[in-house]
């Protein structure tokens, strides 16, 4: 079983539609939760950081859910700016742990 | 202010050959990680520095890896007798030891080998 787990998608939106993404880690030890995206053929840029009480940023909204061990994204009124993969990313002590992403594709 | 750097941006090599890639992190960052990422898969950790010296060296696919780090910051991943398999973006990325917690990574060097 992977550490990391995603739907790898593609997921292909319209433009303005809400889209959600979900992820499982393997490990309860696991300390810190990351979204981070990365554009085609670039580097991981970080969105947000995950906290267990969920928290919003514009019109992305992240939970987590220690007990089920599982990581969740919520992107509103998606953009055509928004086409990426999404990385799921968990940290144990110094080691980032990713997922394989998800791509997304917002269609006009 | 200045980002990861990494050089160089593209290599392209002959199998057996030795590769070295080089990280210049964000000044003052004292952590510091080599990863890879092959073609459509996910990212891959490789070796971690806090400051010189290397706690976790777990992702090191094999012998022929290895990574330093100088003067707590630059550092240079070493390929030796490099294979096709080794073929990958290899990404540097480095933290603050702050409340961030966040990495954040280089452009990425890629590299081929025939």
């Known amino acids: 079983r992977k550490e990391v787990e995603q739907d790898p998608g593609p997921f292909n939106v319209p433009e303005g539609a809400t889209v959600a993404f979900n992820c499982t880690y393997s490990?309860?030890?696991?300390?810190?939760f990351f979204w981070y995206r990365q554009d085609c053929r670039k580097e991981p840029k970080l969105l947000m950081s995950v906290y267990s009480s969920g928290n919003e940023d514009g019109r992305f909204t992240a939970q987590l859910n220690r007990a089920s061990q599982y990581i969740s994204l919520l992107i509103r009124d998606s953009k055509l700016s928004d086409s990426a993969t999404y990385l799921c990313?968990?940290?144990?002590?110094?080691?980032?742990?990713f997922g394989t992403g998800t791509r997304l594709t917002i269609i006009p | 202010g200045a980002g990861v750097s990494q050089s160089p941006s593209n290599k392209v090599t002959e199998k057996g050959k030795d590769v070295e890639l080089r990280c210049d992190p964000i000044?003052?960052?004292?952590?510091l990680y080599w990863y890879r990422q092959s073609l459509g898969q996910g990212l891959e950790f490789l070796i971690y520095?806090?400051?010189?010296?290397?706690?976790?060296k777990s992702g090191l696919p094999s012998d022929r890896f290895s990574a330093e780090r100088t003067g707590g910051s630059v550092s240079t991943l070493t390929i030796q007798r490099t294979q096709q398999e080794d073929s990958a973006v290899y990404l540097c990325a480095s933290r603050d030891r702050g409340p961030t917690d966040t990495q954040y990574f280089g452009p990425g060097t890629r590299l081929t080998v025939l």
């Open positions: 000044s003052g960052h004292t952590a």
């Open positions: 490990n309860s030890a696991s300390q810190s």
């Open positions: 520095f806090q400051g010189n010296s290397a706690p976790d």
């Open positions: 990313v968990v940290r144990g002590n110094e080691k980032l742990t």
